[in-house]
């Protein structure tokens, strides 16, 4: 089964582009293909249309619009944050989450080959970072801190704020991966006391390749990509006008009609997690407050990458954890932190939810997870 009849399950992974959205970036796809850093008409259009996306994704996490700065996506702003703060200090320490996104991990190590020490915060059992540990870190001098505000596989919310809280005493630079946060929760730079904070438009049904960190105008950071000086020296590069465009209107959307894509999703979450447990699945992070789409479970005697491959077959498109690390065969790394044992960590298959699933879609998921479960479990005692 594939094409359009296959139900999607992946939304943490990316979100398909709204058709709203869609609408709002078509213009400048076509007719307004003006350079936005233009003096001619063509070119102030498309300057006016950057500096209204950068207001509507301002409103939604409540900074100014100036503090918005465009880049690529998730991955370049978890760099520039880490990279382009480390650049302007002598080397120090960065504190980062055991559970943090590769986006993060690996700038945060490379720190340690230019003479950083990097600190990693454990985790609790069920995937939240551990606050204690969060204090006896911070009561050493650090330079950088950085922990998601909702992890990418179990859906946990981790407390920002109050580690942020702690960073702002020790006068340490707070940061937020808030990729997977961002139109599931409220996001709040202001209350969340952080520094610096990472956004991603294809995750809330806008665009590829679009994304901004979010600077406390204090912060310094040194440009990791030079050249004409855009987005205020920060991140140089002609403005992809169309994909902003889409995270505005993505953002405006997100706003609109978060409450109720809660309500939904955390109805198909709950209906699957039941129905998995009951064929003999452990839930990750169940006993911690979640982002409402997200459920990560594992079958102890059942591989997780032929769980996937077969539930695609059947129709249905989940994932075996993070979309940046599926290519590799390693567990998990937040399950790991998690305390979770390698040989069930394997097993893990994620399942993330979006705005346009049903109901039946998830009734039908889980016949399919169950007729396919007894199918390998058959095979497993045959092999044995």
Not at 175 to 181: K, R
Not at 184 to 211: E, N, R, W
Request: proline share 4%; hydrophobic share 45%.
């Amino acid at each position: 089964m594939g094409g359009a009849m296959q139900a999607y399950f992946d939304h943490n992974a990316t979100t398909p582009l709204d058709e709203g959205v869609l609408a709002e970036m078509l213009p400048f796809l076509r007719e307004e293909y003006g350079n936005a850093s233009s003096r001619h008409d063509f070119g102030t259009r498309a300057r006016r249309a950057v500096n209204k996306a950068r207001e509507q994704i301002a409103v939604l996490v409540n900074v100014q619009p100036a503090q918005v700065v465009f880049v690529s996506g998730g991955t370049e702003a978890n760099n520039l944050f880490i990279r382009g703060a480390a650049a302007y200090m002598k080397p120090g320490r960065i504190v980062v989450s055991a559970i943090e996104h590769p986006c993060v991990a690996k700038p945060a190590q490379d720190l340690v080959r230019q003479g950083w020490k990097l600190r990693k915060l454990v985790t609790d059992a069920q995937g939240r970072v551990d606050l204690a540990d969060a204090q006896a870190a911070l009561a050493e001098p650090a330079n950088l801190v950085s922990v998601m505000l909702a992890n990418n596989e179990t859906g946990v919310i981790q407390p920002v704020a109050k580690i942020a809280a702690m960073a702002r005493e020790q006068r340490t630079w707070m940061h937020t991966d808030a990729v997977q946060a961002l139109g599931k929760i409220p996001v709040d730079f202001a209350a969340l006391g952080v520094h610096a904070m990472t956004l991603s438009a294809h995750k809330i049904y806008g665009p590829k390749g679009i994304g901004a960190l979010v600077v406390d105008k204090r912060l310094e950071l040194k440009p990791i990509i030079h050249g004409g000086g855009h987005e205020s020296g920060m991140r140089s590069g002609t403005e992809n006008v169309p994909a902003i465009v889409g995270f505005g209107a993505a953002c405006e959307l997100a706003a609109r009609r978060m409450d109720s894509i809660v309500r939904s999703t955390l109805d198909l979450r709950d209906r699957t997690e039941q129905g998995a447990a009951a064929l003999g699945a452990q839930v990750f992070g169940r006993g911690a407050e979640r982002i409402s789409n997200t459920t990560y479970f594992a079958f102890p005697d059942i591989d997780g990458e032929t769980l996937v491959i077969e539930l695609d077959k059947a129709g249905f498109a989940v994932a075996s954890g993070a979309a940046c690390s599926s290519t590799s065969t390693e567990p998990s790394a937040t399950l790991l932190a998690m305390g979770v044992a390698p040989d069930l960590a394997r097993g893990a298959v994620r399942v993330s939810f979006g705005a346009r699933n049903t109901a039946v879609e998830a009734e039908d998921f889980l016949q399919a997870l169950g007729a396919t479960v007894s199918r390998l479990r058959r095979l497993t005692a045959v092999a044995v």
